[in-house]
Antibody
Framework: EVNLLESGGGLVQPGGSLRLSCAASGFTFNKYAMSWVRQAPGKGLEWVSGMSGRGDNTHYADSVRGRFTISRDNSKNTLYLQMNSLRAEDTAVYYC?????????????WGQGTLVTVSS | DIQMTQSPSSLSASVGDRVTITCRASQSISNYLNWYQQKPGEAPKLLISAASSLQSGVPSRFGGSGSGTDFTLTISSLQPEDFATYYCHQTYSTPPWAFGQGTKVEIK
């Protein structure tokens, strides 16, 4: 059974940093691209960042490029999101997501999400 | 970047109604379009991939169609458990990959 467990969320002041982790199990982690998707309170879904299975390709939304860094440790089956220079508008539930190896690379599994609150 | 315009943003419908949600891409995305359902307090759930491929375990009353720039999610006979928010998501070419704004389906 696929399981994605996020951790690392919390309250941080504007300009601060936070690192999210996503522990994956139930599949061959290094074979799959992974993404982070966020959802601000009461708002829709926003794709944030993605990384290939081997970690050699990364992509970012314009809203976080230069501030957030996605990484993975395939020996630990863990995905990370380092978030720097945080802003109030980064407040959201952050979901770790597994991309299927299929046409249109759908997200077939999601974590339960971790809440990040940026506030003074 | 490719933008997705989803409509309507919300709708009210009754159990048994046929419901249609549309998603339009700012440029052709072939069939690189997925649909998700999200209920309050839960993570999204994949319903349909590649515009029309129904995921295992998803009821057959859900259907997807379209290609290029215009796509449709149809619920043929709305059930009580279908009241939720639905999102389209394009994955054409290289990221960033945009979601639609969402359609909230409410009980009439």
């Amino acid at each position: 059974e696929v399981n994605l467990l996020e951790s690392g969320g919390g309250l941080v002041q504007p300009g601060g940093s936070l690192r999210l982790s996503c522990a994956a199990s139930g599949f061959t982690f290094n074979k799959y691209a992974m993404s982070w998707v966020r959802q601000a309170p009461g708002k829709g879904l926003e794709w944030v960042s993605g990384m290939s299975g081997r970690g050699d390709n990364t992509h970012y939304a314009d809203s976080v490029r230069g501030r957030f860094t996605i990484s993975r440790d395939n020996s630990k089956n863990t995905l990370y999101l380092q978030m720097n220079s945080l802003r109030a508008e980064d407040t959201a539930v952050y979901y770790c997501a597994k991309e299927a190896r299929a046409v249109a690379a759908p997200i077939d599994y999601w974590g339960q999400g971790t809440l990040v609150t940026v506030s003074s | 970047d490719i933008q997705m315009t989803q409509s309507p943003s919300s709708l009210s419908a009754s159990v048994g109604d046929r419901v249609t949600i549309t998603c339009r891409a700012s440029q052709s995305i072939s069939n690189y379009l997925n649909w998700y359902q999200q209920k309050p307090g839960e993570a999204p759930k994949l319903l349909i991939s590649a515009a029309s491929s129904l995921q295992s375990g998803v009821p057959s009353r859900f259907g997807g169609s379209g290609s290029g720039t215009d796509f449709t999610l149809t619920i043929s006979s709305l059930q009580p458990e279908d009241f939720a928010t639905y999102y389209c998501h394009q994955t054409y070419s290289t990221p960033p990959w945009a979601f639609g704004q969402g359609t909230k389906v409410e009980i009439k």
